[in-house]
């Protein structure tokens, strides 16, 4: 079945990408376009459509269409435009610590920031991206052990660079201010060991032949968990450098993937499906709710606990040992692409309509 024009990102039906298509000579430059503009001042922006929060030290960085990136220093009661060099929609974001963090969105787009947020570079892009990956590709193909599949990874390689760059990034995951893992559409994975200033296409060394869409990442240690479309869930035992598939235990994508301090793994996604394994993925167990909303983010709160947001702005959470969920405050009745835990314990959430805060999980949401 064609997968094209499928949705993508956190806000799924309500915030569809772009189609990932071969693009026209007009649609590459709009393309170049974008990844060249700087984002626009938006009087509005946080009523914005935001797809993702972070946490830089005690600052709170949310990102989202267009470029935005909004910086709060009081916990997201109030929030300020930061300089971007891009107009693409940015998906992810993380901060390994007050300074440094890195952004991913459309066009292939990384932008790494050195001043909390206050400043971007664009470190990488989808035409870069391409040519990485034809380059390693073509490297790979006289050593193959399957010389079928090394062709055909040259051929695709050879049409994303033809395409362009009309691929995004949906996911980051950096362990410190050197390494990270970034993932997207159509199976796209690289890595950095120097921070981003260079970068290595990973592709040819995770097991994903169908070249699924990869939405989440988790880490904890040397092992690592990837996770997107049609149940595709993978593990990596080398600290993120190589992946193989693990046995899914359902058939649609998951957009959350999350770990426990004690190693309890989630991973939800559509419909309101949520799994739990306690032995490293090698088995999982079903998490039901009463509510068949598809999840869009988990993450680890400062208890060492797993909390879950889905698009009908609800909220669930594990408590003690047990590998269930339970729900947690009261739905905000709006969809939901992301959330973040203030350094004053309150929770902050972004999504189709921008942000809202939550002092604690039964107060009145501030916009």
Not at 12 to 41: E, K
Not at 123 to 128: A, E, S
Request: net charge negative; with cysteine.
């Amino acid at each position: 079945m064609n997968r094209i024009c499928q949705v993508l990102g956190r806000l799924l039906a309500l915030l569809a990408l772009p189609c990932v298509l071969p693009v026209s000579q007009a649609q590459a430059a709009a393309v170049g376009d974008v990844l060249n503009t700087p984002a626009m001042r938006a009087p509005q922006a946080r009523q914005a459509v935001l797809l993702d929060l972070a946490r830089a030290g005690a600052r709170l960085v949310a990102v989202g269409e267009r470029g935005i990136v909004l910086l709060s220093d009081d916990n997201g009661i109030n929030w300020r435009q930061a300089q971007v060099p891009v107009s693409v929609s940015l998906t992810a974001v993380q901060f390994v610590d007050a300074n440094t963090g890195w952004a991913v969105g459309h066009a292939g787009a990384v932008l790494v920031s050195h001043d909390g947020g206050e400043n971007w570079a664009l470190q990488l892009d989808g035409n870069r991206a391409a040519q990485l990956e034809l380059h390693a590709a073509r490297e790979q193909l006289p050593t193959a052990t399957d010389p079928d599949a090394a062709a055909a990874r040259v051929q695709t390689a050879e049409r994303m660079v033809s395409e362009g760059a009309d691929k995004p990034f949906l996911s980051l995951k950096f362990t410190d201010a050197r390494h990270g893992l970034i993932v997207g559409a159509y199976g796209l994975a690289f890595t950095t060991e120097d921070g981003g200033v260079s970068w290595q296409s990973l592709m040819g060394h995770i097991d994903n032949p169908m070249g699924a869409h990869l939405y989440a990442i988790a880490q904890q240690g040397e092992r690592w968990f990837i996770a997107g479309e049609q149940g595709y869930v993978a593990r990596s035992e080398d600290g993120g450098q190589s992946f193989v598939a693990l046995d899914s235990p359902y058939s649609g994508s998951f957009f959350a993937l999350q770990l426990r301090d004690d190693g309890t793994l989630l991973a939800a996604g559509l419909k309101g499906n949520a799994f739990i394994s306690t032995d490293g993925g090698n088995s999982f167990v079903p998490a039901p709710v009463p509510m068949p909303v598809s999840f869009s983010e988990a993450i680890r709160t400062a208890d060492g606990q797993l909390l879950l947001v889905n698009q009908a702005g609800a909220m669930f959470r594990t408590t003690g040992d047990a590998p269930t969920l339970q729900p947690f405050g009261k739905p905000l009745g709006k969809p939901i692409a992301s959330v973040v835990q203030a350094a004053d314990g309150s929770l902050v959430l972004a999504g189709f309509t921008g942000l809202t805060r939550l002092a604690s999980p039964t107060a009145t949401a501030s916009e």
